[in-house]
Each structure stands twice: as structure tokens, then as C-alpha cells.
């Protein structure tokens, strides 16, 4: 008997887990290597060791399992309806179209207000404004108080500090802005970006600063600050924007599905990027047949996870050819910027944040399997908020 609690967690050995689910041990880690049941690693040893609570939630996504087998009717999945997900969906999860217009009036009124600023101060030089990020894509939730604003420089500002770039336009926003009582604390200089903070909205906005590539002479290809500050990125906005709209246009349900993901990474405090999300749909989309149905089409995301454990490249071929890609060993998941093939987009995963990826999914695909063959609509709720949270009540919309 392990004997002791890690991270607070009861824990069982290849052995105990085997003998509480009443299977061999070498049907556990066939499990665990096919994504089916996700073990943890002792941090000094490295053995194999199951979450107990875990362990029951499965047990119970078994016997449902074994049950519908033996064709057993699954009544709930009558119970939770699309209807349902889809009345959630646009009651909680979508973002309001008058927010969306309050926020886009607020963004407007910014950028024009910045313009006519720097027009008149030759000191900076600006190309142009952009809009980009969720609430551009159409895959923004009803929690986004952020929106993202590009800032094209021109191209001699290449070779400048970004130290330097990032205080010159926080001056010159606070500058522009000091005529509607903006004060110096809502202007703030973070790594790759300025934030702008609107007191009455709460509404904040990034404007983060692009060069232009010299030779560009189409798509607004040009280099941006990663997050952290530390690497320069090759990106375009409009053919990120023209490879979501793309398959938004394949797969009508695209922005649905990936609110609901990023909802579920929200309320069970996953840590997966909302742009790792799209571009996970974006694969599926190329690549699977999606169910229409929210019930059937939603377990798909974790289903991916499990059978892939993220350990496939996933590579897009809109905008630059496959073979481009160089792939480092030393990355846990290897997802692909569509328009630079030389941006993983997911470097920054740490093998912490790579396991409780894995723990939740798998977590939350046990909960839907029982959501399936629960005996009441009451039940199917209960299964379905713990995926969810407990805002999903298909009684009180």
C-alpha cells in the first residue's frame, strides 16, 4: 500500500488500481498507453499511480459501458437534448451581441482617437490598426472582457527595443485618451503589449505592436512579441482570420464547439490555450467527421486527447507546406501556427500542465459516458454540470 496522499489525493499503485477495477494489471497500462485510462507519474520514482477518486469515476463509466454492450436503453441520452446544450449555449456561454457592440464602439473609438493623435506627431510612425483575437475569430464566451488590437508600426522600427516601442505607444494612448479623463494607471506596459483599461466597461484592451516585413506587400505579414516577451513571431491577421472563417464555413457548428471547449477549460480551470482549442477543432474539422449533435459532437474533442495523448503533430497546410516544419524533441505537444511553420504553438506546455490536460479530459469523458445512462433528466443534469458547471440547468433557462 502506497500509504500516503500526493497533491491531497488518494493514490493507488498499478496493482491496488487493478484490484479495485477488477482487471490485470497489464489491462491497466494498455489502457494508460492507449489514452483510455490516464495515470499520473510519481514526481522521484515514476511509477504509474491512479487518482482513487478517478478510479470510481471510471468503474462507474464501465459498468455503462458494459451495460449499453448488452443493449440496455440509454434513456438519458433522450434526457439532454441538443436543445439544451444549444440554449445553454446562447444563454451563458455566447457572448452578447450588444457587449460585443458596446466593446467593438469602445475599441472604434480608441483607434480613432489614437490615429488622429499620432497624425499629428511625426516622432511615431503607424501603418495601419487591426482588429484580431476571439472576438475577431467569432470565438469569444460570454467571460471575455479583452479584445486585441494590432498595432503596425512602420518597418524602420525593426531593429528597436520592444521595451522602447511598448513605453512610446503607452505615452502616446495616454496622451491621446487624457480628453475623455483617462488616467495614467489605465495605460499599462506588459510583455508583448500595452493594456488599456476602461473603468466603466471593464472592458481591456491589448494593442500589441507589429513590424512589417519590408518586402510585404500583401497579407500584413510582420513580427509581433510572443506572450512572454522573449521571441519574435512571423504572423499574419488576415490569414489567421481567412483560416478560421474557413472552417467556420466547413463545419457550421465550428464556433459552437470551440466556446464550449474553452466554457469547459474556463470552469474546470484546465490550462489549455483558447488558440490550442481552435486549432484542435480546426483538426478535427479537416480531419473527422464531426456529428452535428452537441451530445455526440462535444465528446469528440476528448476522445482526441485520450487516443492521441497530444503526442501527434498537428501540422496545416494552408498556407505553407508540411515539410517546412522542423519539430523540436524536446517539446511535450507539437501543434502548428497555420500561417508560420516555425511557431509551436504548443511549446509553452509544461509536463504539469501536460498531465492535468490529460487528467481532465479524461475526467470529463467518464462524465459523459454516465450522462448517457443516467435514470433521470435530474441525473443526466448532475453529470452534465460537472462537466460544465453548475450555471447548466436546462430547468431554469
Not at 183 to 207: A, I, M, N, P, W
Not at 209 to 219: A, E, F, G, Q
Amino acid at each position: 500500500m502506497l500509504g500516503k496522499d500526493y497533491n491531497d489525493e488518494k493514490l493507488l499503485t498499478v496493482g491496488e488500481a487493478a484490484a479495485f477495477l477488477g482487471v490485470s494489471a497489464k489491462t491497466l497500462r494498455r489502457w494508460d498507453e492507449t489514452g483510455r485510462l490516464i495515470s499520473i507519474r510519481h514526481p522521484i520514482t515514476r511509477y504509474r499511480l491512479y487518482k482513487k477518486s478517478q478510479l470510481v469515476d471510471f468503474l462507474k463509466a464501465l459498468t455503462f459501458e458494459n451495460k449499453i454492450a448488452e443493449k440496455e436503453p440509454r434513456r438519458s441520452r433522450m434526457e439532454i437534448t441538443d436543445s439544451d446544450i444549444s440554449t445553454f449555449v446562447e444563454t451563458k456561454i455566447n457572448l452578447k451581441k450588444d457587449k460585443v457592440k458596446e466593446y467593438r464602439d469602445q475599441v472604434e473609438g480608441l483607434i480613432k482617437d489614437f490615429d488622429d493623435y499620432l497624425s499629428k506627431h511625426e516622432d511615431f510612425s503607424l501603418k495601419k490598426l487591426l482588429h484580431f483575437g476571439s472576438c475577431a475569430k467569432g470565438t469569444a464566451i460570454s467571460t471575455t472582457s479583452d479584445l486585441d488590437v494590432a498595432v503596425y508600426l512602420t518597418p524602420d522600427k525593426e531593429g528597436e527595443q520592444i521595451g522602447n516601442i511598448l513605453s512610446s505607444i503607452r505615452d502616446c494612448l495616454s496622451e491621446a485618451m487624457t480628453k475623455y479623463g483617462m488616467t495614467d494607471d489605465q495605460f499599462t506596459v506588459g510583455k508583448h503589449c500595452v493594456c488599456v483599461t476602461f473603468k466603466g466597461s471593464k472592458l481591456e484592451v491589448d494593442v500589441v505592436p507589429v513590424i512589417p516585413l519590408k518586402d510585404d506587400s500583401k497579407n500584413e505579414w510582420g513580427w509581433l512579441m510572443d506572450k512572454h516577451g522573449t521571441e519574435r513571431l512571423k504572423t499574419s491577421i488576415p490569414l489567421h482570420l481567412k483560416f478560421i472563417r474557413k472552417r467556420k464555413e466547413t463545419f457550421n457548428k465550428y464556433a459552437v464547439f470551440v466556446r464550449l471547449i474553452k466554457w469547459w477549460k474556463s470552469i474546470q480551470e484546465v490550462p489549455l490555450k483558447s488558440f490550442l482549442i481552435e486549432l484542435i477543432w480546426a483538426h478535427l474539422v479537416d480531419t473527422e467527421e464531426i456529428p452535428d449533435s452537441y451530445c455526440d459532437g462535444l465528446p469528440l474533442f476528448f476522445k482526441y486527447v485520450l487516443r492521441t495523448k497530444l503526442k501527434e503533430a498537428i501540422i496545416f497546410s494552408d498556407n505553407y507546406s508540411p515539410s517546412k516544419v522542423t519539430h523540436n524533441s524536446s517539446d511535450i505537444v507539437r501543434i502548428y501556427d497555420p500561417v508560420n511553420p516555425e511557431n509551436n504553438a504548443g511549446k509553452t506546455i509544461t509536463s504539469s500542465e501536460y498531465s492535468t490536460i490529460l487528467q481532465k479530459s479524461q475526467e470529463a469523458m467518464n462524465i459523459l459516458m454516465m450522462a448517457t445512462c443516467a435514470p433521470s433528466k435530474a441525473k443526466a443534469i448532475e453529470q452534465w454540470q460537472r462537466v460544465l458547471g453548475a450555471s447548466f440547468n436546462p430547468y431554469n433557462f
